[in-house]
């Protein structure tokens, strides 16, 4: 079957318009409607006996393309196989007409903004997304304090995009993107990514991320976190492709990468390690997540930073792998919040034997996150370090590798502070999250142990990319992934480590006696008699020894930053304003008349020549 | 292949008994410091057979059990990734230097589970602690193993191995390919490293008896006790394995054990006669002069190289 990528927008749409008619009239009905249409649109797209055609029209002189490249339908299939999943877990939480229906218009946008090959109808989608995600940020009454910083970082971005694109089409007298005139302007280059970096959350711009995780709608926080923020990287490989590796080489190069490119690999590196040391520093569960989503989205920016075939495959698997584990961790997180009405990490703990379904997707959720084999997190760790030896880049390296070993201080503390340790009195009736929250994260769970195993898979979709991208491929089968310098063989280790697992189980089953269960009363306490379990927690300022190390880091702030650049300019205002506005009548003489003189006598040099 | 699929079999329990025997010498060497007499060499497998010996077993839960399990696993696992010297690469050729450096954090995250599920804040800042820890040495020591890669070209251990091999003869001292001579300095930040990834003085804040009661090992005794004793056993013999195949070039079994060893002797020596430092202090001791000292050894790396 054949259709156009339009059909496809216009049946989203539509897909949306009747999810709202029947959400008015009964929410479970509706949510199932937007379940199962979700459902239906991620199959038209996954499916290959489905040919989704380009489309292009003119008007005037001017003329609008759509087009699936090989990079886009990668995003494609991220974007329409995580909207279902996400739609699931919105099942229980039974939310408004317009909630579904701007879920759907983000979808269409997303759809649109990938689909785009020229620049105009990239903006306009572009903003559109912006638009939606932040009519949908604002969903709560809580977050529109943050959603203000979240569209204004928008608009930013969104106009910026749009003088880079004017500034293009001065150059090239044309809106396609394909132009050779490109080639060696920093501004262009500066305009179009910005936007894509403020997408992405990348440190000095990163402003908004914090604050509009953690107060947005907890489920849609998983879309917008998970998957929409893929859109950045996205935009950075669509627009820098134009320039071409051996274009941005022109600028000069260090340690034989991009200046250009260099720079935003160390952005991503900072972004990345502080991103970790002010996520294991929160105390709000949401935070967390957020600044952790904000560092692992920096290790995608280290990757494409790298400009070579392995950096660019690095970037690419972290974003399929942090597409899959954040909306997942995301989504249990929102499930414990529906159970618990909190977000303080203070207020939960031991809530293993309460949730054990949470806890083991959690778990493996935390896992990839951390990078450890089992899972598909480290293939994609693997590379980007692959690609950090490759080039010889040291000081990057160590950044990185700070910034991922601070991962394990995070996950540790996530699921610690709510699964683990004694159980809070006040948590003793806790159920299970619904099923609607287990569903999908049972699902991600299982792709993301299954990559563990066959990280290869996604690879040769990545390696499509890369050669269609003009770059060189890198060397996999199903199992395993080698570089120039070394390889794995992902089968192997995780196999091995699960056949170890279970031989030493079943030791343990054999050889140990049935284990006496203990409570959480009888610890060691060293004698004394502990009647509160709750004294025993030990969760606020997990780290506190390291907030004391860390304490210059956590003082500098951007937010200030920007105040104090607000501050200087006001003090300059107020300057110049004391300078014309005195209040001495002479002085306002003195000044018409010196403005009159002036006038004069340039028009009576302008009149002599 | 088939005799090399023998060794696998074989590694991890040729690991254990080299590790409980080197604590039960290193607890011999350290008393003769403290002017003690010590217990017997073999006192460390008489112990662990007896805490395994052990007939009440009490649980938290079903991750408190899981917990050593996994650790013990982890650190299986990793050192069936570590060539045994050059006797036997065992698995080496299927994953690297960075597939090791994650697989051993699978033992002490697998505990840190089973620690927590112990609801004793004990255990949790021990945990904490050694999360910290961690974050302290790995970077100076991925550093120092940057350039490792640098000088030999690849990740892979079996061919960093293979890269030191020499002649062994009366007359030739194999030591002449030892990395530890092209990269002193690198090898020296190495070892810095792995007092940390011993957990020996002055970095054993993770156990620490006098504050934390013992940290991690708190809630368990018994058949857990004795299974954590064995996973730091492997500990010690994965860290020790792992610093000798990349710096001193490996070589044959009877080179192999005594330099795995005196590795370990030196850093109880040093952990004999030092106190312990606060956490934060050794975060700020492990990123300041050790990854200075990393960075000029990659220089260094750099100039010898050209």
Known sequence: MNFTIGHLILVIVGAGIITAIVTKFNRLSGSITALLLSIGIAFVCFYPAFHILPISFTTGDYTFIFNLSTLSRFFLMLFSGMFPLVIMATVSTKPKAHYYFFFYLILASVIGTISSQDLLSFFFFFELMTLFSYLLVIYKKRAIKAGLVYILMGIIGGLSLLLGIFYVFWLSKDFRISVEILKGSYATLFLLSLPFLIKMAAMPVHIWAPDTYKESEDVYTAFLSGVLSKLGIYGLIFFWFTWGIYGLSAWGKVFDVPVTGYIIAWIGAITAFIGAVYALLSEDVKKLLAYSSISQLGYILVGFGIMSSLGWAGALYHTLTHTIFKTMLFIVVAGIIFRLNTTKLSEMGGLIKKMPVSFLTLLVGIIALAGVPPTMGFASKYLIYSALFEKKLFLLTAVVFAASTAAFLYAYRLIHNIFLGPLKTSLKNTKEAPLPFLIPSLILSLFLVMFGFFPGVPLEWINNILMSLGMKSIASTFTTISTSLGGFNGLLSSSIFISIFGIIFILYLILFPKAKWVNDKNTFTAGEVMHNTDLLTYSSHFYRFLEREFGLLIKLSVKKLYDNILGIFEWMFDVARKLLYHGNVNGYVWAIILVTLTFVISFLIGGLR | ?306
């Open chain 2, 1 to 306: 292949m088939n005799i090399n699929i023998l060794y696998a079999a074989l590694a991890p329990i040729v690991a254990i008994l080299l590790g409980l025997l080197y604590i039960g010498i290193g607890r011999k060497i350290i008393a003769r410091l403290q002017r003690r007499y010590g217990p017997p060499f073999y006192q460390q497998y008489i112990d662990t057979i007896k805490l395994l010996a052990k007939k009440t077993v009490s649980s938290h839960g079903v991750f408190f059990s899981l917990g050593p399990i996994m650790g013990l696993a982890g650190s299986m696992v990793t050192l069936l990734f570590i060539p045994f010297g050059s006797a036997a690469p065992l698995l080496s050729f299927h994953g690297d230097i960075i597939l090791v450096m994650y697989l051993v954090v699978i033992a002490p995250l697998g505990m840190a589970l089973g620690v927590g599920e112990g609801s004793n804040p004990n255990g949790s800042i021990g945990m904490a602690r050694g999360l910290t820890l961690m974050l302290a040495y790995e970077v100076p020591f991925v550093l120092a193993l940057f350039s490792v890669v640098l000088y030999t070209h690849t990740t892979s251990i079996a061919q960093i191995v293979q890269s030191q091999a020499g002649e062994w003869s009366l007359l030739k001292f194999h030591g002449f390919n030892w990395l530890t001579f092209a990269l002193p300095i690198s090898a020296i930040v190495a070892d810095i490293c792995l007092q940390g990834m011993l957990g020996e003085k002055p970095f054993d804040q993770v156990i620490a008896p006098h504050e934390i009661a013992s940290g991690p090992m708190v809630e368990y005794g018994g058949k857990y006790l004795g299974m954590m004793v064995i996973n730091h056993a492997l500990h010690i013999y994965i860290e020790t394995a792992l610093f000798v195949d990349i710096f001193l070039g490996g070589g044959p079994v009877w080179f192999f054990i005594p330099a795995t060893f005196s590795v370990f002797i030196l850093s109880l020596i040093i952990n004999g006669v030092l106190p312990r430092f606060r956490i934060g202090q050794a975060l700020k001791f492990y990123w300041g002069v050790p990854l200075i000292l990393a960075v000029i050894g990659i220089i260094y790396t750099m100039v010898v190289i050209k």
